[in-house]
């Protein structure tokens, strides 16, 4: 059909994603490519314990239109979590959106003009990509090392070029698995100040640690309007509740909640007020204890059989908390390539790194996932990429 | 804060809207300014029974992400649904969003280049305009009559300004109550074939009719890839559950969901499974039937209250279905103006209607809610309204 589209479509569109989403529905194909978390750590019985018991105490008015901003008492609920990450705040600094995808969209939404510079990790979680283009942004890779953000890079950057604002994943990086040292998140707050730049903190994998010590949020290392900080449910309960949340500045709150109007008015209300019912009947703690030891035992499998299978001349670091983990191919290598053949011959999935690269590059990393898939299938799949790997290697 | 918002915010704020809104949640008035529907048609146990049972059968895998098109037997009850209205097509012409208005938003993204020109009844939608400026397209406001848009003015515009598509409400329109004629219809159709322009039927109010026969819808009229459907759970079932549906030709479908993935994934999994749910188990027609008596009920109660009470010279016509009564005050008056004084003096409020005008017209109109509030606080809502009108037009 001859529609005219929007400019704004072809920023938004990555067929290897697309073609990537239907490789991973194949039963056939062990997925180490997903991006989801493991189902059998949803809490089932107590999610509909929680929805009956609203509906019963609530009524009707459980399912009617709400503010924009959220429900009240799981803003404030929010507040008083992020408060263990050092995050001081009151229910107005909180706005609940459909997943974090959606607040991170809004703030796009608010603050990217055509051709502005977005500054992000380089590589970095793939959709994020997406909404910034999606915005038509132009986008300000800068590179990592096991500390996280190149922060002088950054700032060199930010001198040249002023982006916009900085978007970074500080624990547990999607999809490196890289947590930012407290130095350099210091920095990054210090930059944020300087410059009146905003900095983007998402943080979905930051309950899930599995060794070391957690790390202060970049937001609560300074009272700043710079700094804002976007979590989920979606890791530590279930992802299709769809709820996140947005912490930052009043004023800045009030606008990101005028774009949620215009998009669809408000989120969820029954799910927002089952989910504030589920963390306010149930013991939160303790269940995100029983994922991190599901997912330890998943990395350590990974990690054991990775060792076990994979050729001389691929390197890899433990995670120390998070989904993922970050492979690179020696040099000349071309993971995207390579992939059919992992589909198709050796019936395992896993995602190129290119997709999370702003520049392309990256060509000879991958990304696997832990959560997902079952002890069993981990050692099974890493067993099959290892003997495709090194049958390639070698031929 | 010195926050440097994008240039699209300025179209999506309307500061008298958010007046509004607060007005609407003060307990001594009565909200005849409401636009939801009445919460104790609601069904409140069904949908208890509906979650539970969802939850007690598909477990965890109600809870994890899916396809961003939206849960399949969701899709097939919606392209089934839709077919009593005439329209013929599949689940792959169907995808669910978070309410019509996050459709409408999805359809703006994909199509809206700045400065592009959108084609509205005038008055129209309050929200969909601020959809439409937020993506900073050009508004051409066509004039109605009581049978709908006056086409021949549309056809007048598409030839001088090419509208990007032509947004509609055609069924007991918000904020008019007008129904579109079914002469009108086939014109719109034709028009979008002839110009290849896309035609927005939004149809949130449709199965609310209180008298005379169903028109079908624009969609019906033709098998044409231009002619793009939104429906709503939310007057039929309930829109604190967030979910609305787009049907379209599969191309245009696919463009919806890349947007709908990039903005926030997938609409709530739990949700749509519940929906259908409900809708499996349950006589939605029977339901729609009782929200119908009740509502007919209120518009002949504000109906009769407007005679006995309103002055000569207030114009309305009574709508045959939908949630919204519309009013003419005598030229030179100002509902904006007077609107503080209703909700100060009166303890009732309403919407002014230059909000639903493009060009901020209609200084002298207004729209009353009659879906909302009990047939008692109508009818002692209109009194006070006509008091307060009487006292301004003779003071």
Redesign the interface.
């Known amino acids: ?9 072809s920023g ?2 990555d067929p290897a994603i697309k073609n990537l ?1 239907k490789t991973m529905q194949r039963p056939d194909v062990i997925a180490l490519s997903a ?2 978390p493991a ?2 750590s ?1 809490p ?2 107590e ?2 314990a929680a ?2 018991a609203v ?2 105490d609530q ?9 924009s901003e959220g429900y009240g008492p799981l803003r404030k609920w929010v507040a008083s979590r992020v408060s263990r990450l050092g995050i001081q705040c009151e229910m107005e600094n909180v706005l609940i ?3 974090s ?2 607040v991170l ?1 809004l703030i796009a ?5 055509p051709g502005d510079y977005v500054a992000v990790e380089s590589p970095t979680y793939l ?1 994020a990509l ?2 910034f283009k ?2 038509q942004a132009r986008l300000l890779p800068i590179p990592m090392d096991q500390d996280g953000m190149l922060v002088d890079q950054l700032e060199a950057a930010i001198q040249t070029k002023r982006p ?1 604002f900085i978007y970074v994943i500080p624990s547990f990086q999607n999809p490196t698995g890289i947590c930012m040292s407290l130095e350099r998140r210091r920095r990054l707050a210090e930059l944020a100040a300087r410059y ?1 730049i ?1 900095v983007i903190e998402d943080n979905p994998y930051g309950e899930l640690r599995y060794e070391g010590e957690a790390i202060p949020a970049i937001k609560s290392l300074a009272d700043s ?1 710079w700094l804002m900080y976007a979590g989920t449910a979606s890791k530590i309960i ?5 709820l996140g949340w947005l912490v930052a ?1 009043p ?2 709150i009030e ?1 990101v909640a ?2 949620k ?11 927002q007020r089952a989910v504030h019912r589920y963390v306010t009947d149930n013991d939160l703690d303790a269940h995100i204890e029983t994922i991190i030891n599901q997912y330890r035992l998943q990395r350590d499998v990974m990690l054991a059989a990775m060792k076990q299978h994979f050729p001389a001349g691929v390197k890899w670091q433990a995670p120390h908390g998070g989904m993922f983990l970050w492979v690179t191919l020696p040099d000349g290598m071309d993971a995207s390539a390579l992939l059919p053949l992992a589909v198709e011959q050796a019936k395992v999935s896993y995602v190129p790194g290119t997709p999370f690269y702003a520049d392309n590059s990256g060509a000879n990393t991958l990304r696997l996932n832990f959560s997902s898939p079952t002890p069993e299938l981990i050692a099974e799949g890493i067993e099959r990429l290892g003997k495709l790997l090194k049958s390639y290697m070698n031929g």
């Open positions: 059909m001859n529609y005219s589209w929007a400019e704004r479509l938004m569109e989403l991006g989801s189902q059998s949803f089932v019985a999610l509909s929805f009956s509906l019963a009524g009707a008015s459980a399912l009617q239109y709400g503010i959106g459909n997943g995808q959606q969209d939404r608010i603050l990217l003009n959709a997406q909404i999606g915005y916009k009146e905003p309007p279930a992802p299709g509740l769809r500045h004023e800045f606008r005028t774009a109007q215009t998009s669809d008015v408000l989120s969820n209300s029954l799910t």
